[in-house]
């Protein structure tokens, strides 16, 4: 019988609640993602994603915390002008 070690990394979600209380999600790095500014790890009821496309061409993801998702977004809208959907927008009719 041979006999084999294997290592498996858990990572824990770092939300605090307003109470302080520590969310319980824990799991592998595909599930436990890190705010790209402040690296803190979030599960997914706590992180937010944000998609950048250029042309069409490239799709950029992103995962925040909630309060650097609004600081991204805003420094966006202040580098490229608010580009929200439009109504009516889209192809010719």
């Known amino acids: 019988m041979s006999k084999r070690t294997v290592k498996i990394e858990l990572f824990?979600?770092?939300?605090?609640?307003?109470d302080g209380e520590r969310c319980d999600m824990e799991g592998?790095?595909?599930q436990i993602k890190e705010c790209a500014l402040?690296?803190?790890d979030l599960c997914s009821r706590h992180y937010q994603i944000l998609s950048v496309s250029n042309n069409n061409m490239r799709y950029l993801?992103?995962?925040f915390c909630e309060a650097?998702?609004?600081e991204f977004i805003n420094t966006l809208?202040?580098?490229?002008?608010d580009t929200s959907p439009v109504e009516g927008g889209g192809m010719a009719k």
């Open 12 to 18: 824990h979600c770092d939300y605090k609640d307003k």
């Open 68 to 70: 650097h998702s609004e």
């Open 28 to 30: 592998e790095r595909s």
């Open 77 to 81: 809208i202040s580098t490229f002008g």
């Open 38 to 40: 402040c690296g803190t």
């Open 61 to 63: 993801t992103y995962f």
